[in-house]
């Protein structure tokens, strides 16, 4: 079952460095040492979390559709960006905040 | 003075006194050794690079020679040691010249962190570095000769040295290392070429040095803005395939392949992204050596064949 809250930037995420090229980002976090690849679709993801506050998985779909990203409201898309939001909270660079 | 100015005989008598301060392109190593198999070595390999005076400020104070005991009648062995100490178990006293080798690299990967350092072949034609990041048993140093012997300039077979300042890759032309198979392959394409003899068993199999080209001894000191990075991969029995790879896939792989790159942190991570941002990257996978040379010589942006 899907838990409520909401998504936003970790405020670490600004002081990481970043390389980005054509639709894809390598950031570095200096405090652990580590540099992870951002794939097209992490990186559109995290420019939608960019400057605003924290947003639903739906308020997301919205924000990346809005953008011209072809996402759909259904179940399959709804986890796919889960999976990546995971991903990208294991990154140290998105946070999730339970409502 | 250049090492090839030295005699045989004056050659061994500097390297088992004073040493010898050899000169590889940024870096200067006071080289001593009592073991023939050393001087007849850099006698070949080394023969145009510059030496410095038995005074001269050395980077690294190196020495590989025999160990002490029995060991010097049964199954000789050599130890190599910088500065008195020994980073190295002693090998066979037959691998005492690539174990110099490979202390030479260790020095440079070990100390030299002023510079980015990746794990790759680089070769240069026309101002334009092509630069082969690999781990071991990619075939980066067989491709790194066959390259060197269709006119590329070696700049180095394994070391890769970035200047963070200005993004150029500083030389160092040094023997190429090459191991089993590649030996014969690169001995028939390029017949007129030097090597030392192929020592076997060592823990990377079968192992022989390529002199390197004079041409590039001679112009170590010029420095070569990186123009390609490609990532080879040798696998037997495929076709050749250069395939492009994004720039932020091409900056992930080279910081999988840099040595150094957490000493430099942030400016590191800046020094290879602007390296990447002024590069071509490509993956190429071969098992045919002429197949992937042809390649390469048609890089973009490389109007020539060299």
Same mark, same amino acid.
């Given at each position: ?99 | ?78 130890? #190599? ?15 005492? #010249? ?112 390529? /002199? ?82 042809? /390649? ?11």
């Amino acid at each position: 079952m899907a838990r409520s809250g909401t998504w936003r930037l970790t405020a670490a995420s600004s002081s990481f460095a970043w390389a980005i090229w054509d639709g894809e980002a390598v950031v570095y976090d200096e405090r652990l040492a580590l540099t992870h690849y951002i794939g097209p679709a992490a990186l559109a993801v995290l420019q939608a979390l960019e400057g605003q506050s924290g947003a639903t998985c739906d308020e997301l779909i919205e924000r990346l559709r809005s953008a011209g990203h072809s996402i759909e409201p259904n179940a399959e898309d709804l986890q796919g960006l889960r999976d990546l939001l995971d991903g990208l909270n294991r990154c140290g660079l998105a946070e999730f905040r339970a409502s | 003075m250049k090492l090839g100015d030295l005699s045989l005989s004056e050659l061994r008598s500097s390297l088992s006194r004073t040493g010898v301060s050899l000169r590889t392109g940024p870096v200067v190593t006071r080289v001593r050794s009592r073991l023939p198999v050393v001087a007849d070595a850099l006698a070949l390999h080394y023969m145009e690079h510059p030496i410095e005076s038995a005074n001269a400020y050395a980077d690294f104070n190196v020495r590989v020679d025999g160990t002490g005991g029995l060991r010097r009648w049964f199954r000789a062995q050599a130890v #190599f040691t910088v500065d008195g100490a020994a980073p190295f178990d002693p090998l066979p006293q037959d691998q005492a #010249f690539p174990m110099l080798e490979w202390g030479l690299n260790w020095c440079v990967t070990t100390f030299c962190h002023q510079y980015l350092m990746l794990h790759a072949a680089v070769v240069e034609h026309d101002g334009r570095a092509l630069i082969l990041p690999a781990p071991p048993g990619s075939g980066k140093s067989t491709l790194c000769a066959g390259l060197v012997h269709a006119g590329w300039r070696l700049l180095s077979d394994e070391l890769t040295i970035i200047d963070p300042g200005s993004l150029l890759v500083v030389p160092l032309p040094r023997p190429i290392s090459l191991k089993n198979a590649s030996i014969e392959l690169i001995r028939q394409r390029a017949p007129g070429a030097a090597f030392s003899d192929v020592v076997r068993a060592t823990n990377k199999g079968a192992v022989a040095h390529l /002199r390197p080209p004079v041409d590039s001894v001679h112009h170590a000191s010029e420095q070569a803005r990186p123009g390609w990075v490609v990532l080879p991969r040798w696998q037997s029995g495929v076709g050749t395939d250069l395939r492009p790879l994004s720039k932020a896939q091409g900056l992930m792989r080279l910081i999988d392949n840099a040595f150094n790159f957490n000493v430099h942190g942030p400016s590191g991570f800046r020094t290879l992204s602007a390296l990447i941002d002024g590069c071509q990257c490509f993956e190429l996978t071969y098992s045919n050596l002429d197949d992937a040379l042809s /390649r390469l010589a048609d890089l973009p942006g490389e109007r020539t064949t060299p």
